[in-house]
């Protein structure tokens, strides 16, 4: 009787450490994966943003209450422009969507810029990853 004794005391003792190891990879295993998922994400915007180059090249007073700018993608990849800014106010929010080597014209409402009889402009184009500024004079 007493072999048996021993033998069950370590077959308990062998799944109270299962059920322990159980319970532990139970909470530890997702919050690995979210965190190697993270990181992950993080690196691959990080390689993005490196690959993506947006040029500001003309800006344009329409001579009413409508300007537009000329925006051109010189990265390696293909990006999308979210907002435009001139002396650090939004003048135009929305989705311009732009491949490799190809530019576009982004209208906005020249009444929402601040002194807009100023000749020096502040100009921030800005993508999901980065913005992009240049000074324009017209």
Do not use: H
Not at 51 to 80: A, P
Request: with cysteine; net charge negative; glycine share 8%.
């Amino acid at each position: 009787m007493r072999g048996q004794a021993e033998i069950i005391g370590a077959l308990l003792l062998v799944a109270i450490v299962m059920v322990l190891w159980s319970l532990f990879w139970i909470w530890f295993y997702p919050q690995y994966e979210a965190y190697r998922g993270s990181v992950t994400r993080a690196r691959e915007e990080a390689v993005r943003s490196l690959k993506e180059n947006i040029v500001i090249e003309i800006l344009v007073y329409n001579g009413d209450t409508t300007g537009k700018v000329y925006i051109s993608n010189l990265g390696g990849v293909e990006t999308t422009v979210y907002s435009v800014y001139l002396n650090n106010t939004l003048v135009w929010d929305g989705e311009a969507k732009l491949r490799v080597g190809e530019g576009t014209w982004i209208n906005f409402n020249w009444i929402n810029v601040p002194d807009p009889y100023n000749k020096v402009y502040y100009v921030k184009v800005c993508t999901l990853y980065s913005c992009y500024e240049v000074v324009e004079n017209i």
